[in-house]
């Protein structure tokens, strides 16, 4: 059993910078792939960033690559998602993600555990 707590979120003008951090609970974080996803008001929730097990591979959506970077800390049993050159169109309930493969997260075809979801939001 994996519980994830996600924190970092807010308010921030569009230019500026965030970190989500994915606070991992259990032992066997360090076996999983992880990921973040987002969901805007009104849409389906997508896929952002995800990391392999060992930050071996990293996958991007387009959408933020080149201005999202995600990472992991095993030793902390924490994943980070470092946001630069916030957009407007990039404010959305932000959720960490856990999965046996890093397949599955950029897929979505299987995802064993789901955080909270932290907001963020970017004002124009």
């Known amino acids: 059993q994996v519980q994830l707590v996600e924190s970092g979120g807010g308010l921030v003008q569009a230019g500026g910078s965030l970190i989500l951090s994915c606070a991992a609970s259990?032992?066997?974080?360090?076996?999983?792939?992880m990921g973040w996803f987002r969901q805007a008001p009104g849409k389906k929730r997508e896929f952002v960033a995800a990391?392999?097990?060992?930050?071996?591979?990293?996958y991007y959506a387009n959408s933020v690559k080149g201005r999202f970077a995600i990472s992991r800390d095993n030793a902390k049993n924490t994943v980070y998602l470092q946001m630069n050159s916030l957009k407007p169109e990039d404010t959305a309930v932000y959720y960490c993600?856990?999965?046996?493969?890093?397949?599955?997260?950029?897929?979505?075809?299987?995802?064993?555990?789901w955080g909270q979801g932290t907001q963020v939001t970017v004002s124009s």
């Open positions: 990391i392999s097990f060992n930050s071996g591979n990293t």
């Open positions: 259990g032992r066997t974080f360090s076996t999983y792939a």
């Open positions: 993600a856990a999965a046996p493969r890093l397949t599955d997260i950029y897929t979505a075809t299987r995802i064993d555990y």
